[in-house]
């Protein structure tokens, strides 16, 4: 089974902070996303990443970064943290082939006041 | 622009009948599609898939149907359970956007199965 570990469930930030969100796979796994769930959106994509180093932006990276310096360690950068970043934060990996599916997380609830 | 669409954000079904989860997508290239089941505070897990080369896939309770024509697809549970009663996001890959197998998702269909 693959196993997707985000390092924090919930997370309650201050405006303006500097806010990183980790996931760590166990899976050697190729390319590891993050993506942001908020209601009557669905999912949108922040980052993603094939390999060490490589990142690509998604849909929505205004505000964001990343960091891949290992294979099975991919973090999500929040520079100045701002409420409209309150949102559910998912983390998912894929081994790259014809018909596979995401696994994903089981996500962090960071909330910005 | 949207290009996969869930039109329903609630549906509620009584348990032991059929729960029928619509989504419509606009981009041709799409070539796999699937289905994704969410609980409130945990992460999506993969439910069931369907490659366009196909019309149907059957998975136990659950059967994914595509009708490329349409550019539609519909996720059948039968018989409902309460322990569906999640939010089910329909999600889609292919052609230019498939950088790396990410997924574009709907805006998700919370489902209610009522005892």
């Known amino acids: 089974d693959v196993k997707v570990t985000q390092s924090s469930r919930y997370l309650v930030k201050r405006t303006g902070e500097k806010v990183f969100l980790e996931c760590v796979q166990d899976m050697d796994h190729e390319n590891m996303f993050w993506y942001r769930q908020d209601p009557g959106l669905g999912l949108r994509l922040i980052y993603f990443s094939y390999d060490v180093k490589m990142k690509e932006k998604g849909d929505i990276p205004e505000g964001y970064s990343v960091s891949r310096e290992k294979k099975e360690r991919f973090s999500l950068i929040l520079e100045s943290a701002s409420t409209n970043q309150t949102s559910m934060y998912l983390c998912?990996?894929?081994?790259?082939?014809?018909?596979?599916?995401?696994?994903f997380g089981n996500g962090t609830r960071l909330t910005v006041t | 622009d949207q290009q996969v669409k869930q039109n329903s954000p609630s549906l509620s079904v009584q348990e032991g009948r059929i729960s029928i989860l619509n989504c419509d997508y606009t981009n041709s290239m799409f070539d796999y599609f699937l289905w994704y089941k969410k609980y409130p505070a945990e992460g999506p897990t993969f439910l069931i898939s369907?490659?366009?080369?196909?019309d149907k896939n059957e998975d136990g309770r659950f059967t994914v149907f595509l009708n490329k024509s349409a550019k539609h697809l519909s996720l059948h549970i039968v018989p409902s359970q309460p322990g569906d009663s999640a939010v089910y996001f329909c999600?889609?890959?292919?052609?230019?956007?498939?950088?790396?197998?990410?997924?574009?998702f709907g805006q998700g269909t919370e489902l209610s199965v009522k005892p």
């Open positions: 369907i490659s366009s080369i196909k």
């Open positions: 999600a889609a890959r292919g052609g230019a956007t498939y950088q790396g197998g990410k997924l574009i």
């Open positions: 998912a990996t894929i081994r790259d082939r014809i018909n596979s599916p995401l696994h």
